[in-house]
Structure formats: structure tokens, C-alpha cells
């Protein structure tokens, strides 16, 4: 069975920092990552995703993540943190042949002036 | 905007009312999810539709009554809630099951009283 976890449940940062949100997953075989952002009284929306390919895989508002087999992860980087930014993040998991998602608990991300 | 629309965005109910949450995606979509997001806990999968055809149910107690009576169509049926069951109720498409992306509606928010 596929899992997915998130280092810390909230992150705070200040503006313009680093924004680093980490997932960890386990899988048998090597799945498709997503990034999804909730911000308040919304629905999630997909950030990034990973299915093959180039492992460093670039999403919208600036945010990056790398996949890294070794390490069963895919962080969530962003090289400045901006007030908008203030979020929920989802890391979710999918494996290649038609299952379905399994996603993390989220990490609640705060941006500080 | 997401192509996924959930109507309504906010119910209240009394636990022996009942109600139907509505969802509703042009995006050719062929798999349709509902989705319980409460507070401090990970998203859980209630259901999954795809082609029409249920095929998921994720122990979801009986007072939650899923219908999917087209591919574009998706509904939630509410009757004899617990106030355990307030949460935000999320509704997904994509290609078809498992697809390597999905796109939610932006919830409805339900307060059963």
C-alpha cells in the first residue's frame, strides 16, 4: 500500500525566504507525485506534478520540487516566500495504473511580513 | 476555476433533514470523486466513479448515498447526518481512474446542527 507523508504540519517562513515543504512517500513501484495548494474555503489546486521524465519538475507562482528515487521524496521549494503563498500544501501519490491518489495530511504553510 | 463545479458552497442541515450536494464538470472528464476533508485529518476518499460505475466505497456509512447519473454529473445524498459528518465536501474529475491528475471543485461546506 502506497503512503504519503509531510514533515511538519506547520511551516512558518518570513517573506522572501526559502519555502521548503518536505513529502516523503512509500511505494512498491515508482508512482506519480503531485503538489496541490488549498487556500482557505477552497478546493485544492494542482501546483506540480511528476509522472516521467526530467525529475526537477517546475509548477505555478514560482514553486519547484525534485523527485528523488533514492530518497522517496519530493520537496516543495519556493526561492521567496510571499505573503500570498499562506496556504495548505498537499503531497499526493498515485501509481502508474489506475489507482487512485492517496494524499499527505498537508502542511500548513504561514508567510510572516 | 477549475472546470469543477460544486453547488451548494455552504449547508447547514438538522441530523433529519435531507439534503444533496451537487457536482458538475465539462471537462470531458470520465471519473468523478467525493472526497471528506475534516479538520486535523488527512483528505479521505468516500467515493469513486468511473465510467458511471462505482467503484469505490470507502466504508462510508449508509447516510451518505452517492448517484452519478452521467459522466458530467456527480451528487451526494444526505439524510440522518451526525454532527461528526460537518466538514468540507470535495469533488474531483480527471481522465478516467487514476489518471495522473485531478481537478477539484471548490467544496461545499457542510455544518450538520
Known amino acids: 500500500a502506497q503512503s504519503v507523508t509531510q514533515l511538519g504540519s506547520h511551516v512558518s517562513v518570513s517573506e522572501g525566504a526559502l519555502v521548503l515543504l518536505r513529502c516523503n512517500y512509500s511505494s512498491s513501484v515508482p508512482p506519480y507525485l503531485f503538489w496541490y495548494v488549498q487556500y482557505p474555503n477552497q478546493g485544492l489546486q494542482l501546483l506540480l506534478k511528476y509522472t516521467t521524465g526530467a525529475t526537477l519538475v517546475k509548477g505555478i507562482n514560482g514553486f519547484e520540487a525534485e523527485f528523488k528515487k533514492s530518497e522517496t521524496s519530493f520537496h516543495l521549494t519556493k526561492p521567496s516566500a510571499h505573503m500570498s503563498d499562506a496556504a495548505e500544501y498537499f503531497c499526493a501519490v498515485s501509481p502508474p495504473y489506475g489507482q487512485n491518489f492517496v494524499f499527505g495530511p498537508g502542511t500548513r504553510l504561514s508567510v510572516l511580513p | 476555476e477549475t472546470g469543477v463545479t460544486q453547488t451548494p458552497r455552504h449547508l447547514v442541515m438538522g441530523m433529519t433533514n435531507k439534503k444533496s450536494l451537487k457536482c458538475e464538470q465539462h471537462l470531458g472528464h470520465n471519473a468523478m470523486y467525493w472526497y471528506k476533508q475534516s479538520a486535523k485529518k488527512p483528505l479521505e476518499l468516500m467515493f469513486v466513479?468511473?465510467?458511471?460505475?462505482?467503484?469505490e466505497n470507502n466504508s462510508v456509512p449508509s447516510r451518505f448515498s452517492p448517484e452519478c447519473p452521467n459522466s458530467s454529473h456527480l451528487f451526494l445524498h444526505l439524510h440522518t447526518l451526525q454532527p461528526e459528518d460537518s466538514a468540507l465536501y470535495l469533488c474531483a474529475s480527471s481522465q478516467r481512474q487514476g489518471a495522473p491528475e485531478a481537478f477539484f471543485g471548490q467544496g461545499t461546506r457542510l455544518t450538520v446542527v
Open positions: 466513479y468511473n465510467f458511471k460505475e462505482q467503484t
